[in-house]
């Protein structure tokens, strides 16, 4: 069955990237990573504050799963509140347990809007639509000319507009936003894994699993 978010634009936006709707797990197959209040059927739920089924505080590493286990994470409005130096981290633990072609759904604020700093719980919220370019296969770079790479995605992307972004044409909405503040509210990415995991140059630089 369809699972429903709390926020319809930002589900609008995930299932247009997916090209299917979210639906509901099965098996323990699916994960929803820093749940909040927003528990979701037939999801693994975590977080470090009830309510849960699993407790977990994703700034520590590893997690209690298994490699290669889930099919889906939903990461939402989770990685602001994780200190920089443990985004990496949380990414490439992510990729950790996703099967191959597992798909990653982050939905992060966006740097230049007002939901990035209206709460001081907000340890690190500067995203953009480049942010996440260094795990994507096709966009990677290496990490101080080291010869392995980051933990490998193909990556889909795209703004989601403030209300008052909408009125502006969606072609120059992002480059507008780098000079007008409040036209994109977060940023949505879809990430999936594209490899079998293994250590990396990257674990060895952030730590990791």
């Known amino acids: 069955m369809k699972i429903k978010l709390r926020n319809p634009k930002t589900q609008e936006i995930i299932e247009k990237l997916l090209k299917r709707p979210l639906t509901e797990g099965n098996g323990g197959n699916k994960l929803n990573l820093g749940c909040g209040k927003e528990l979701l059927k037939g999801y693994i739920n975590v977080d470090k504050y009830k309510p849960y089924d699993i407790m977990v505080d994703i700034e520590k590493i590893p997690y209690p799963f298994k490699d290669n286990k889930f099919e889906e994470i939903i990461c939402s409005s989770t990685l602001e509140h994780i200190s920089k130096d443990k985004q990496i981290k949380t990414i490439m633990e992510c990729h950790r347990i996703l099967k191959t072609r597992g798909i990653l759904i982050l939905s992060v604020p966006y740097y230049h809007s007002l939901i990035a700093y209206n709460t001081l719980l907000h340890k690190s ?5 480049d942010t996440f370019n260094q795990f994507d296969v096709e966009q990677g770079y290496n990490i101080d000319n080291e010869s392995d790479l980051f933990p490998r ?18 072609k120059i909405r992002v480059a507008i936003s780098h000079y007008i503040g409040n036209v994109i509210d977060s940023i949505i990415c879809i990430m999936e894994k594209v490899e079998t995991h293994k250590k990396t140059q990257a674990h060895k630089k952030w730590g990791g699993q």
Do not use: N, T
């Open 153 to 170: 995605f193909k990556i889909k992307k795209e703004a989601v507009p403030s209300k008052f972004g909408e009125f502006i044409p969606r």
């Open 125 to 129: 919220p500067e995203f953009s639509l």
